[in-house]
T-cell receptor
Framework: SQQGEEDPQALSIQEGENATMNCSYK?????LQWYRQNSGRGLVHLIL?????REKHSGRLRVTLDTSKKSSSLLITASRAADTASYFC????????????FGQGTRLTINP | EAGVAQSPRYKIIEKRQSVAFWCNPI?????LYWYQQILGQGPKLLIQ????????DSQLPKDRFSAERLKGVDSTLKIQPAKLEDSAVYLC???????????FGPGTRLTVL
């Protein structure tokens, strides 16, 4: 079964608006990471948040983590056309060896 | 800093044929990963190396897939024989340590006809 599941599966907003994506997971984690994937630059790491952190910022990105609800959110403020991409959360799980498990992703489209 | 290199970028083969992918990680990165990404899905880990040792290959279909990391640097992933359902993008990634952020290569898009 999927460890991380993003919601919504697809999101379309106007340029300049904020975009929020959510990730839920099932088992305890040490950290949670967000990645972006577009056709031009492949899969790129955005931010890592540890289980003892509640919020983290990086430029226009804000990530929150609620370990009691086993959920995380990624907020992109003042969206730009270049933010159009798929966004994945990845959680580290221990199944034999520790590894990252990616969700199905949220497809974000920024309309000009 | 040079990124993760992969080749080829595209490959088209017929089912039952063999194929090999190559990956050169970022210099100094001890951990190397191979992922399979089917269209519309997130990447799925196939195998994880720490230096030249296998840490996790629990999701690698070992009857047809094999991978090695010679001298703890470059790695190759092989499929023999290929099936239609192997059509996917194969991503290589590396990280400085096992639980750090991962740096991904551009991927190899495999089409099995």
């Amino acid at each position: 079964s999927q460890q991380g599941e993003e919601d919504p599966q697809a999101l379309s907003i106007q340029e300049g608006e904020n975009a929020t994506m959510n990730c839920s997971y099932k088992t305890s984690i040490n950290n949670l990471q967000w990645y972006r994937q577009n056709s031009g630059r492949g899969l790129v790491h955005l931010i890592l948040i540890r289980s003892n952190e509640r919020e983290k910022h990086s430029g226009r990105l804000r990530v929150t983590l609620d370990t009691s609800k086993k959920s995380s959110s990624l907020l992109i403020t003042a969206s730009r056309a270049a933010d159009t991409a798929s966004y994945f959360c990845a959680t580290d799980v221990v199944q034999g060896a520790q590894k990252l498990v990616f969700g199905q992703g949220t497809r974000l489209t920024i309309n000009p | 800093e040079a990124g993760v290199a992969q080749s080829p970028r595209y490959k088209i083969i017929e089912k039952r044929q063999s194929v090999a992918f190559w990956c050169n990680p970022i210099s100094g990165h001890a951990t190397l990963y191979w992922y399979q990404q089917i269209l519309g899905q997130g990447p799925k880990l196939l195998i994880q190396f720490q230096n030249n040792g296998v840490v996790d290959d629990s999701q690698l279909p070992k009857d047809r897939f094999s991978a090695e990391r010679l001298k703890g640097v470059d790695s190759t992933l092989k499929i023999q024989p290929a099936k239609l359902e192997d059509s996917a993008v194969y991503l290589c990634a590396s990280s400085l340590a096992r639980y750090n952020e991962q740096f991904f290569g551009p991927g190899t898009r495999l089409t099995v006809l």
